[in-house]
Nanobody, 126 residues
Framework: QVQLVESGGGAVQAGGSLRLSCAGS????????MAWFRQAPGKEREGVAS????????RYADSVKGRFTISQDNAKNAVYLEMNSLKPEDTAMYYC???????????????????WGQGTQVTVSA
């Protein structure tokens, strides 16, 4: 059984940085595509970034390009989201997700992911 545990959220001022971590366990095949999503109150869950772990292929939402970086550490079964130049509109609950299908990373849509972490809160103040 695959499990994902996020950590690293917190409260920062605009312009600051945070690094989120997602520790995975279980079947590596099920974690072929790893992604970060976020959901702000009253809004739909949106894809932020994804990585196909077998070839380190990444994709980013336009709203975070140039500011966020997704990376992996296969030895630790971990995926990270480095967030720089944070803005108040980045405030949300951030979720780690996994799926064996490469397409899940390509389309970065929540309904394509079968495995989710519990989330970690990121709050950016102006």
């Amino acid at each position: 059984q695959v499990q994902l545990v996020e950590s690293g959220g917190g409260a920062v001022q605009a312009g600051g940085s945070l690094r989120l971590s997602c520790a995975g366990s279980g079947d590596a095949y099920s974690r072929n595509c790893m992604a970060w999503f976020r959901q702000a109150p009253g809004k739909e869950r949106e894809g932020v970034a994804s990585i196909i772990t077998s070839r380190s292929s990444t994709r980013y939402a336009d709203s975070v390009k140039g500011r966020f970086t997704i990376s992996q550490d296969n030895a630790k079964n971990a995926v990270y989201l480095e967030m720089n130049s944070l803005k108040p509109e980045d405030t949300a609950m951030y979720y780690c997700a996994a799926d064996p299908w490469d397409g899940a990373c390509r389309y970065l849509l929540p309904h394509n992911f079968g495995i989710w972490g519990q989330g970690t809160q990121v709050t950016v103040s102006a």
